[in-house]
């Protein structure tokens, strides 16, 4: 069992950076390839951005690429995801999610564990 607390998400205006954070217990935390994950109101959950275990291999969603990053700490069982050049089409609650397989995934129900959620709302 793994549990997942994101925070980092706020008001933004477009344009803004923000970074979130998912801090994880339970488990050991570099058993798990990680992702990211929104869901704008109305909409489905869709796949942002993963990483592997050790954080060597990422996969972006084309809808962040050149804007998102996820990178991980693995000694403080930490996954982050830095947003920038953000829009209000990035409007969402966020959420992280863990994965015990060996293969990263990007579709939300290969995923075992999932956060809360937080909200991030950009600005026009």
């Known amino acids: 069992q793994v549990q997942l607390v994101e925070s980092g998400g706020a008001l933004v205006q477009a344009g803004g950076s923000l970074r979130l954070s998912c801090a994880a217990s339970g488990r050991t935390f570099g058993d798990y390839n990680m992702g990211w994950f929104r869901q704008a109101s109305g909409k489905e959950r869709e796949f942002v951005a993963a990483i592997t275990r050790r954080g060597g291999t990422t996969s972006v969603a084309d809808s962040a690429k050149g804007r998102f990053t996820i990178s991980r700490d693995n000694a403080k069982n930490t996954v982050y995801l830095q947003m920038t050049s953000l829009k209000p089409e990035d409007t969402a609650v966020y959420y992280c999610?863990?994965?015990?397989?060996?293969?990263?995934?990007?579709?939300?129900?290969?995923?075992?564990?999932w956060g809360q959620g937080t909200q991030v709302t950009v600005s026009s």
């Open positions: 999610a863990a994965d015990r397989s060996l293969v990263l995934h990007v579709t939300p129900r290969m995923y075992d564990y």
